[in-house]
């Protein structure tokens, strides 16, 4: 099992442009989750999708959509980037319904927006 | 929503000495406490969480207490190795929110030879 791959590694955008950030998991987990990290403010949920066909709100949602395609793949658009979505994005998942509610986090995508 | 504060942002310890990191939270509601180490350039790894049932739990070297009264956790690594040194991330998470974790700010740890 691969578990939680994301693409791209690494991106530069110039402010205003568009992107797509993409995450898959083999897992068959129920749940997937977008995380933005930046230094000195631990990660924060932008957005999470609890189950296949549902999409919800995190603690930072604004200037991002999301899409939960099917069960393993759950993306993130930027719209038109800014500045202050340099960061580094986290993809994760995990399946409630299991004894366990251990996420496990993608490699993440490194994002510079210039 | 929930709230997390961790604490220290830094540690730096000698080989086989141990480090204790400390997060506080604030919803008492709140029923599910992992910790995540994240190694340069990868994404966090779960490393060992904790109930609310219980108090304290142990996986050979580390362990986490958890004090709900005052709503507190904490993370004990002993006989630290090099290979310790990274960042450790606090969560918590209240029932019935799909397992959404509200993280602290983060520890870096370094281990010194």
């Known amino acids: 099992n691969a578990g939680v791959t994301q693409t791209p590694k690494f991106q530069v955008l110039k402010t205003g442009q568009s992107m797509t950030l993409q995450c898959a998991q083999d897992?068959?987990?129920?749940?997937m989750y977008w995380y933005r990290q930046d230094p000195g403010m631990g990660l924060r949920l932008i957005y999470y999708?609890?189950?296949?066909?549902?999409?919800d709100k995190g603690e930072v949602p604004n200037g991002y959509n999301v899409s939960r395609l099917n069960k393993r793949e759950f993306s993130l658009r930027l719209e038109s980037a800014a500045p202050s979505q340099t960061s580094v994005y986290f993809c994760a998942s995990t399946s409630p319904r299991a004894k366990s509610e251990t996420q496990y986090f993608g490699p993440g995508t490194r994002l510079l927006v210039l | 929503g929930e709230n997390v504060e961790q604490h220290p942002s830094t540690l730096s310890v000698q080989e086989g000495d141990s480090a204790v990191i400390k997060c506080t939270y604030s919803?008492?509601?709140?029923?599910?406490f992992p910790w995540y180490k994240q190694e340069l350039g990868k994404g966090p790894q779960l490393i060992i969480d904790?109930?609310?049932?219980?108090g304290e739990k142990k996986d050979q070297r580390i362990a986490v207490t958890l004090n709900k009264t005052a709503k507190h956790f904490s993370l004990h690594i002993t006989e630290t190795q090099p290979e310790d040194s990274a960042v450790y991330f606090c969560?918590?998470?209240?029932?019935?929110?799909?397992?959404?974790?509200?993280f602290g700010t983060g520890t870096r740890l370094q281990v010194t030879l």
């Open positions: 999708s609890a189950s296949e066909g549902t999409t």
């Open positions: 904790i109930r609310s049932n219980v």
């Open positions: 969560a918590a998470s209240p029932p019935g929110t799909a397992s959404k974790l509200t």
């Open positions: 919803d008492s509601a709140s029923n599910y």
């Open positions: 897992m068959n987990h129920n749940s």
